[in-house]
């Protein structure tokens, strides 16, 4: 019974595209022009026409004041990353169980949140969003921008492993070309590394209620810091940035007062 | 199946459901919910557990059966450990290991559900300031059916008692005050009507607002309670009174008795010694009005024909005793119940006659002709002397009693004698018919009485071959369902079979094209000559092969 069951984790392929059931891709800008910065995270759909990326940018810039010498940079931006992803759209992506960890490590305006949790990337039903809205119901997290901010925080992790195994299929399948079976296991190998093993809990030994003393792992904790805090950890998330450091998952600063910090083009 | 450890280790009673037992609060639309069961309901709202959105197969190594009752139980005694308090997501999460996208479609549906966050109490503290979304809290509003049952508002147990015993059920009307009620009413005693003044003893008692305790039967007929008692001279005076203001609308006759109804009326001024005298001149301006209004409706002709049938006692006075009760009884069995109150009127040919007519309008001639007929000859072989009879005024009689329009014709014929001329013409006018068919009349009764018994009998057969059809009808219906529902079935079944065939050919092929390949490695190990070890399971499998 078990090995049928087991067996039964045929991985079907699919055209690449973002794990979730929303196929947003998550966009994060950074534009610094003449000492003024501009720094954002949203989702993007990219069956939107690229002509929106344009108004999406004119419009930005006019609702946050900025000088009319961003849009262009902000445009590059979006398109670029938008480009990346098209550059992947064409590849086959092996769909099938896999477990991941998930880390959130954010601090947006005056709220630190560290969450781990796993995520199933052959899961084509997620929905990032609404974990991150959970989440922060749950938590009675009261800030509107905490919840998109995780849900894109999610959005590129999922993005970066997806891409990832895309890339590798497509890097094994160059090295040999004997058929699929060597991707295969390229890309298997590759996945073992950070996913769960799926026999330790869901095997029939094991159980899927985690130990008392490993709660605190997948525990969310939140934190609220004042605002001499933010002045802070702004300035070390400067240096850290200058120093061509990048911080894993960066909230927003508050140096220029964003208030649209994401936007959902949905069905845009 | 071992029970979540954590869970069971957290909540110091064990898992709910085992002894000792306690009782929790879910809403009845969950009553299918069972701890060592998966419910049809969960396999519909979860299908990711059971292989995919069809629900059959075994899921994968993360989503199956087992996984999904592991999950289930956590999250459901989690709740169980306090249930005032809401469990969230976030904190059932970080004990699962799984997909939170998953854990939180499985976590949502519970809760919807009411498993879960069923009773607890719907603002935590630090909730209020925030807004939940709806879908929460419409959780948390009790559903349209609990399974423990809320105790109804004490009206209704008032008015449970007051339908059910008529002893002690009543309460108090809002109007009332304690003497109206309490007054003559001790514990054990039925209430007392506000308008009669009995005591209720038929349990109908209702209480209406701004009246005191009143009978049902109070406000229509307000004499429902005193059908048993004696008739006063008051009443009886009343009751002429009003027979000679309203003529037979004895609706309006009750009204004007005030403590009598309808039927009782009806029957006392029958027992009364001038009874059919009042009627026949009541009767007598009434009469014309009850004939135009005639419908094709049998009892309403019957109804009429029986009023004005009491009339004409005295044209006929000379009729003989036995036709007299065959009249009597054959009315008695054509109405067991209805119209009682005609039943001590003397019933005669003319009102005989103008029966069979109208049954004859209601059923078809030939009908009445064949029982008509019948009737003669049974009459003719019992006497000759009334087959004599009836050759005499045999043509007559037939047209009589076979033409309804003939029929309807003596009906008015009737109505003029019960006219307001009645006086003058009483003797006058029956006398000459009487003249003519004196000798026969008694067996003209007697045949006017078989016939329209046959008739009835003719009606009755006719209906009940209706009813006989129908039945069949219906009869056959049932059967053709019930074949459809076996011929569907066995559809059902054809097509199971079809996919068990298909999925042993699969398993055969399989089986095939391993002997295959165990064949070719078998060969190739010989070629290179590299020894290979016996596997005992495999050969045992090949060898029980042919057997398969």
Redo the contacts between chains.
């Keep these: 019974?078990k090995t049928?069951?087991?067996g039964?984790?045929r991985p079907s392929s699919v055209k690449f595209r973002m794990p979730t059931r929303d196929n947003l891709v998550p966009i994060r800008v950074d534009v610094e022009v003449d000492g003024q910065r501009y720094r954002d995270a949203f989702t993007w759909n990219p069956c939107d026409p690229d002509s929106e990326i344009i108004s999406f940018a004119k419009r930005t810039a006019k609702d946050l004041k900025l000088p009319a010498n961003f849009v262009p940079q902000m445009l590059h931006s979006i398109q670029g990353q938008l480009a990346e992803f098209r550059s992947y759209e064409g590849e086959e992506m092996q769909i099938r169980?896999k477990?991941v960890p998930l880390k959130i490590d954010l601090r947006i305006n005056n709220t630190v949140i560290r969450d781990q949790?796993?995520?199933?990337i052959g899961?084509l039903?997620?929905?990032p969003e609404?974990?991150a809205?959970?989440?922060c119901?749950?938590?009675?997290i009261?800030d509107p921008e905490v919840g998109p901010a995780i849900a894109v925080s999610i959005r590129e992790q999922l993005y970066e492993i997806a891409s990832q195994s895309v890339s590798a299929m497509r890097e094994a399948a160059r090295v040999s070309k004997k058929g699929r079976r060597a991707p295969e296991f390229a890309s298997n190998s590759k996945a073992m590394n950070n996913s769960?093993d799926?026999?330790k809990?869901?095997?029939?030994k094991g159980?899927?209620?985690?130990?008392?003393k490993e709660?605190y792992l997948?525990?969310?904790v939140v934190d609220v810091v004042t605002n001499e805090e933010v002045g802070v950890t702004d300035a070390t998330e400067e240096i850290n940035s200058r120093c061509d450091y990048e911080p894993l998952f960066v909230g927003f600063p508050l140096d220029l007062e964003l208030q649209p910090k994401t936007i959902v083009a949905r069905n845009a | 199946m071992s029970p979540p450890v954590a869970g069971a280790a957290s909540s110091g009673d064990g898992p709910p459901g085992r002894p000792p037992r306690e009782l929790y609060t879910i809403p009845a639309s969950s009553g299918w919910f069972q701890w060592d069961e998966i419910h049809e309901t969960e396999r519909r709202a979860l299908p990711e557990f059971f292989g995919g959105a069809g629900g059959s197969g075994f899921g994968t190594a993360s989503r199956n059966p087992r996984i999904y009752r592991e999950y289930r139980d956590y999250i459901i005694s989690r709740y169980r450990e306090d249930t005032s308090r809401r469990v969230t997501f976030t904190e059932v999460r970080k004990a699962l290991v799984g997909d939170v996208t998953l854990l939180r479609k499985l976590f949502a549906f519970l809760d919807s559900s009411g498993l879960i966050n069923f009773s607890a109490s719907p603002s935590r503290p630090e909730a209020q300031q925030q807004q939940r979304q709806t879908e929460a809290e419409a959780v948390v509003e009790a559903p349209v059916g609990l399974q423990v049952t809320p105790r109804p508002p004490p009206s209704y147990f008032a008015e449970e008692k007051g339908g059910g015993g008529n002893e002690n059920g009543f309460r108090l009307p809002p109007l009332t005050s304690y003497s109206d009620v309490f007054g003559e009413w001790a514990p054990g005693m039925a209430p007392i009507c506000g308008l009669c003044g009995m005591e209720c003893r038929d349990g109908n008692t209702q209480i209406l607002k701004g009246e005191a305790n009143i009978h049902p039967g109070d406000k229509k007929e307000r004499i429902d309670n005193h059908s048993s008692s004696a008739w006063t001279d008051a009443e009886t005076l009343l009751l002429l009174e009003g027979v000679l203001k309203h003529g037979d609308d004895w609706d309006l006759i009750a009204q004007h008795v005030r403590t009598k109804n309808k039927s009782e009326c009806i029957a006392r001024l029958i027992q009364l010694p001038f009874g059919e005298h009042m009627l026949g001149t009541v009767n007598g301006k009434l009469d014309n009005r009850l004939h135009k209004i005639q419908t094709t409706d049998g009892k309403v002709n019957k109804s009429t024909v029986k009023e004005s049938s009491s009339q004409p006692t005295e044209t006929v006075d000379d009729m003989q005793i036995d036709g007299n009760e065959d009249g009597a009884d054959k009315s008695v069995e054509e109405h067991p119940t209805k119209h009682r109150r005609l039943f001590s009127s003397i019933d005669t040919t003319v009102s005989l006659m103008e029966q069979l007519a109208h049954l004859t309008t209601s059923t078809s001639p030939d009908v009445v002709a064949a029982a008509a007929d019948a009737a003669i000859k049974a009459l003719g072989n019992e006497n000759p002397q009334a087959r004599r009879a009836f050759q005499l005024s045999e043509k007559e009689y037939q047209t009589r009693a076979f033409s309804s329009n003939h029929a309807r014709q003596r009906d008015y014929c009737s109505d003029d004698v019960g006219g307001g001329d009645r006086d003058v013409e009483m003797h006058g006018h029956p006398d000459k018919k009487q003249g003519k068919m004196f000798i026969s009349t008694t067996y003209q009764v007697r045949a006017a009485v078989a016939t329209s018994i046959g008739v009835a009998a003719a009606r009755a057969k006719r209906l009940a071959d209706q009813e006989e059809r129908e039945m069949e009808l219906l009869m056959a219906s049932i059967i053709e369902t019930q074949l459809k529902k076996i011929q569907y079935k066995i559809k059902h079944f054809e097509e199971l079979e079809l996919i068990m065939d298909q999925e042993y050919a699969t398993l055969q092929q399989m089986k095939s094209s391993l002997v295959d390949e165990w064949q070719k490695v078998l060969k190739r190990a010989f070629e290179t000559g590299v020894p290979i070890s016996r596997d005992e399971v495999l050969i045992k499998l090949f060898q029980n092969k042919p057997n398969l």
């Design positions: 019974m049928v069951s087991l039964a984790a169980e477990i949790f796993l995520w199933d899961n039903d997620s929905d609404e974990f809205r959970t989440l119901d749950d938590l009675n009261t769960l799926l026999f809990y869901f095997g029939s159980s899927v209620v985690r130990k008392r709660w997948y525990e969310p």
